[in-house]
């Protein structure tokens, strides 16, 4: 049984940075990938982050470049790094973990099956 809490979010200006992080406990998993997600007011929740057991990132298109993603050694705490926020970067985030498998020498990640509950990041002009 995996167990995520985020950290609380905050406010920031635009340009400012924000560090999230995510405590993990009960993930045992060889295989696995963790991922923020977001889901902005009206908007579907959809992924910004993504880091796989074989140290492969993922981002989305719109925090490519801005974002950082990264778990330390004892997959203890999550975090994301965040950069030149934007106002459009105002969310809800979470984090969440899933199982992950090799198939055909490819690393797949299955749906997440955990979540945390939130912290809520609000970009200012």
């Known amino acids: 049984q995996v167990h995520l809490v985020e950290s609380r979010g905050g406010s920031v200006q635009s340009g400012g940075s924000l560090r999230l992080s995510c405590a993990v406990s009960g993930c045992t998993y060889i295989d696995y990938c963790m991922s923020w997600f977001r889901q902005a007011p009206g908007q579907e929740r959809k992924m910004v982050a993504r880091i796989d057991s074989d140290g492969s990132t993922n981002y989305a298109d719109s925090v490519k470049g801005r974002f950082a993603i990264s778990l330390d050694k004892d997959k203890t705490t999550l975090y994301l790094l965040m950069n030149s926020l934007k106002p459009e970067d105002t969310a809800m985030y979470y984090c969440?973990?899933?199982?992950?498998?090799?198939?055909?020498?490819?690393?797949?990640?299955?749906?997440?099956?955990?979540w945390g509950k939130g912290a809520l990041v609000t970009i200012s002009s």
């Open positions: 969440a973990a899933g199982s992950g498998e090799v198939v055909a020498s490819t690393f797949l990640c299955g749906g997440m099956d955990y």
